[in-house]
């Protein structure tokens, strides 16, 4: 069995994934990223500082070792790139030579973002381009990265001078073979073009399909951990079985400053959903859970969870109908205290049949627990 390692959303993404990932990333070789793009929004925190990451994997950059590749099932705006590689060298310098690029990776080109704008109707998708360019790989119109390397573009030519690496996973496979990588994913389950609430989804494979999709088939992961809130968020439009309505909602949107970390829009908040993470589960091979923002539930009396639907889904389409039914657990003043939140994990793990292994309480590092 090899050593490495998954990290992907187990729900409608900002599950806290780049959160664990920065954590994990000092014990990793190589951090990938396997699909989507700018659409995410991977917020960490170092020495108290504020980060957010949106193409390059959350690699905790104090660590001079971790290197992160973008995987060829990525779509990738270079200019979104370099800008955020020139934010990353003000605090770290040299950072970009630990990022590589596979050349099969797509690009997003600017007439995708415009697309995206005009063509967002109700979807309410980020703008950043992720479904046209997509739409362009998969109807055999699309930009390859290299074929910016090929035509000796500009950006690409400042990329490769600023240290970037553009390299295929094959050429790098004995390094990763001696070494251990962790998969990072974006976004999560639920919103996955395949498995998610279609049409509300995004427009890549959120699962560990989309490991296998970049090339790393025989590198797969022997453990996958599936990231979930203790609660639920959503942004954007689309189903959303446990949400809740104001004052409620406003309450815990500003406990847990639950506004979108690359467009900043509000999010939509519900109840922890267990049909859905048992779906999510089922659905992309995830082997434990970890569950994160415990700490903004602390003080509540009790917590209302969705233990399940009158129909376990089986599709997608079933959550737009789904009829849930919650139950209260008992509520904790520290979610540190594992004694106070015993029966909460309990019914985590007896209604997903899957063990939590890791729980989070805050933005350090030392606010993740292992159970
Ligand atoms: P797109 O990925 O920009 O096409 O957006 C499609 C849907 O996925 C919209 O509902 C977005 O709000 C949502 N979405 C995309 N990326 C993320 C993410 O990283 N976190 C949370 N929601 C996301
Ligand atoms: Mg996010």
């Known amino acids: 069995m090899n050593k490495n390692i998954a990290v992907l959303g187990a729900a409608f993404g900002d599950e806290g994934k780049g959160h664990i990932a920065h954590a994990f990333s000092p014990d990793f070789d190589y951090l990938v990223r396997y699909n989507g793009g700018g659409n995410a929004g991977h917020t960490l925190y170092r020495n108290g500082k504020k980060f957010v990451h949106h193409l390059l994997p959350s690699i905790d950059f104090r660590n001079k ?10 779509v990738i705006d270079l200019e979104q790139l370099l800008n955020e590689l020139i934010a990353a060298e003000k605090d770290y310098t040299g950072v970009s030579n630990r990022i590589y690029v596979d050349p099969d990776a797509f690009v997003v080109l600017a007439e995708h973002k415009e697309e995206d704008k005009a063509r967002n109707g109700d979807l309410g998708t980020t703008n950043k381009g992720i479904g046209p360019a997509y ?15 090929k035509k000796g573009s500009l950006i690409t ?29 974006a976004q999560g389950v639920m919103l996955d073009i395949n498995h998610g609430t279609y049409p509300y989804v995004s427009s890549s494979d959120c699962t560990v399909a989309g490991i296998a999709a970049s090339g790393f088939n025989s590198m797969m992961p022997s453990k996958v951990y599936g990231v979930a809130k203790a609660y639920s968020t959503r942004v954007g439009t689309g189903p959303f079985p446990t949400e809740l309505q104001d004052p409620e909602a406003s309450d815990l949107r500003m406990r847990g400053k639950e506004y979108g970390s690359t467009t900043g829009r509000p999010r939509r908040i519900g109840w ?8 999510a589960i089922e659905k992309s091979g995830i082997t434990s859970l970890v569950i994160t923002k415990l700490d ?9 969870v969705c233990f399940r639907y ?10 737009s109908e789904a009829k849930i039914k919650l139950l209260d657990v008992k509520g904790w003043d520290n979610a540190k205290n594992y004694s106070q939140i015993k029966e909460f994990i309990h019914t985590v793990e007896y209604w997903t049949e899957t063990k939590v ?15």
């Open 272 to 279: 922890l959903d267990l049909p859905a993470l048992k779906y």
């Open 296 to 304: 903004i539930l602390n003080g509540m009396e009790k917590v209302p």
């Open 135 to 149: 739409a362009s790989k998969i109807s055999r119109r699309g930009t390859r990265v290299k074929d910016f390397l």
């Open 357 to 371: 292994s890791l729980i989070s309480c805050g933005t350090d590092k030392t606010d993740i627990l292992g159970l």
């Open 157 to 185: 030519s400042v990329l490769t001078e600023m240290g970037v690496n553009f390299v295929h996973a094959m050429e790098m496979k004995d390094k990763f073979a001696s070494g251990k990588i962790l998969f990072e994913g």
């Open 65 to 74: 070792e971790t290197k992160g590749f973008l995987g060829s099932g990525m």
């Open 310 to 319: 009158e129909k376990y889904p089986v599709c997608g389409d079933d959550f």
